[in-house]
Every structure is written in structure tokens, then in C-alpha cells.
């Protein structure tokens, strides 16, 4: 990652960019408690998404991977990847790619019990592991870590398992 500024980025989004925002309502409250539980603290974002250009994202959903209009977010505090993360022409291209494979995916509220337990140590690890990997269902941040992954782009270094990733996560990344 390049620079060390904690601003929000004022470059506009490219496709492949990816973004953590902070969500209001029980939801929102929801995801701050499993944040917490899960060790991140009670973090200021709760959601993630990823860019795939044409003013739309694609985000996990409770019914399900969407696209949808990036105007959802507006009037929300959203940081962005945009200049913070470097991507060659062709991963972006692959990041969106994979972000439209996703639409669909279900929802695993299931997933953030399983990311505390994981960071709990507890002597289930293997199982759990391989229930995070299924992409069968994710949560919005491992969407958008198993998309740039699936281009080749490891957005973290501490040998976390793959998927093991919450929007605080994501935040934390874009804020060093």
C-alpha cells in the first residue's frame, strides 16, 4: 500500500476500488456487537463493497450478493481503496469480474461466529476454516477480500486465513 494518510481518498472511484462505510439503524449496531465480539473493538465501519464502475457495486446482502447503485451510499461516511491500494489495469478488470460472479452469493451472519472462534483459538480451526472458505456464503468483507483474491491481490500479509476478514478489517488496511 502507498502513503500513509489517513484522509479519505477525493479521487473518484475506479472499477476494482473497494470501500468500507458506516451503517446507522439495528443492523449497523448489529455488525459493530459482532465486530466487537470478534475482537476489531467497536469499530467505525460495518459495511463493504466493491466498485465495478458505471456509478454501481456489487455487496453482500442478507438475500443474497447485489448490484446495485453506488447512490445507495450517499449521505454515508465512506472511505474508499481508491489510491491506497495500487492495481494494474487487468486485476481491476479481474476484481470486477469476480465481483459479478459473486452476485447471488448468500449471506452468513453464521460467518462472523465463525471468524470469533477462529480468533478465540478455539480447537476447532480446521472445520471452521473450511466453513469460511465455502463461498457459498459471505459476509460483505470477504466478499471483497475473496474478489481481489481471486485476481491475484492479497490485501493482507499477517497470514490470516483467506475470508477471515471483517469491514473493520478492511478499514484498518485503508488507514495506516
Do not use: K
Amino acid at each position: 500500500m502507498s502513503g500513509s494518510s489517513t484522509a479519505p481518498s477525493t479521487s473518484p472511484p475506479l472499477p476494482g476500488d473497494f470501500a468500507v462505510v458506516r451503517m446507522g439503524g439495528r443492523a449497523g449496531r448489529l455488525i459493530r456487537i459482532g465486530q466487537w465480539l470478534n475482537g476489531d473493538g467497536f469499530a467505525d465501519y460495518e459495511h463493504a463493497f466493491v466498485y465495478v464502475g458505471v456509478g454501481e457495486l456489487v455487496e453482500a446482502q442478507p438475500g443474497g450478493a447485489e448490484l446495485r447503485p453506488l447512490s445507495v451510499y450517499d449521505g454515508h461516511p465512506v472511505l474508499w481503496s481508491t489510491g491506497r491500494v495500487p492495481l494494474t489495469d487487468s486485476q481491476r478488470d479481474q476484481i470486477v469480474a469476480a465481483a459479478r460472479r459473486y452476485i447471488g452469493v448468500p449471506y452468513s451472519l453464521l460467518d462472523y461466529a465463525a471468524l470469533a472462534a477462529a480468533r478465540l483459538h478455539l480447537p476447532i480451526g480446521p472445520v471452521l476454516r473450511r466453513y469460511v472458505a465455502d463461498t457459498r456464503h459471505m459476509i460483505c468483507s470477504q466478499l471483497v477480500d475473496q474478489c481481489y483474491q481471486d485476481a491475484g491481490v492479497h490485501l493482507f500479509s499477517d497470514g490470516r486465513w483467506p475470508g477471515y476478514v471483517t469491514p473493520a478489517d478492511l478499514a484498518n488496511l485503508l488507514q495506516r
